[in-house]
């Protein structure tokens, strides 16, 4: 149990079977309605949370993921959805709808570019990707403890390294604030997805930033 700053107190747990439909809605939820990237490209809450369902047999089996719930209600106050970086996408990612293209490119860009052709090996790099706090939860430090016990439990399983791409000043800032190094950098009014800066609206987020940490291990070398 973990008093975060405030009156919340919430308890970080290994992600089970059980809290799969409360993941998937405090998911979309927040990325549907705060997210920059999907709010440019107008993601609804219904597909947001088509695509964290592809993500729930894994997540629920992966030991991976994350979970804050509040003490006082047992409600969810936030997740960190991690996996393996060598795990290959759920069934079904490449039947997303095309709003999730421009996202996935911009994304998928800086991935390439960091691993400069090299494939990580099974067990070797933790990927944090999708992070959020329920709406009431925001400001008292959930974000942080969920990342700060998602470290801990992929250092604990073996992890060397934790990856993660920060969309927006909140979460680079508390990405910065757990130790993260900048590698890869995008700009939002820069990007161009089939000739059309679908990314415009959003320029003044200035853009995604692919991060890193050493969990164990000598540091990853870089081109």
Request: net charge neutral; proline share 7%.
């Amino acid at each position: 149990m973990t008093r975060t700053p405030g009156t919340v107190t919430v308890n970080c747990t290994i992600c089970a079977p059980a809290d799969l439909e409360e993941m998937v809605w405090l998911l979309a939820e927040t990325f549907s309605r705060r997210d920059p990237p999907a709010l440019a490209v107008g993601l609804s809450y219904s597909e947001f949370a088509g695509m964290v369902r592809l993500f729930c047999p894994g997540a629920g089996d992966g030991g991976l993921t994350i979970v804050a719930r509040d003490a006082a209600s047992g409600g969810m106050a936030g997740v960190l959805l991690s996996e393996d970086s060598a795990a290959p996408p759920p069934a079904g990612f490449d039947r997303l709808g095309s709003k999730f293209d421009p996202i996935f490119d911009i994304l998928g860009g800086m991935d390439t570019e960091y691993r400069g052709g090299r494939i990580p090996a099974p067990g070797e790099s933790l990927h944090l990707f999708l992070l959020g706090v329920a709406e009431r939860f925001t400001k008292h430090g959930v974000a942080r403890r969920l990342v700060a016990a998602g470290l801990e439990n992929g250092a604990r399983r073996g992890y060397r390294l934790a990856v993660t791409e920060a969309t927006n000043p909140t979460s680079l800032h508390i990405f910065r604030g757990q130790g993260f190094v900048e590698r890869v950098r995008r700009s939002y009014g820069d990007h161009r997805f089939d000739g059309r800066a679908v990314f415009a609206s959003i320029a003044d987020q200035g853009g995604p930033i692919l991060m890193d940490r050493q969990l164990t291990g000598r540091p990853p070398e870089h081109r």
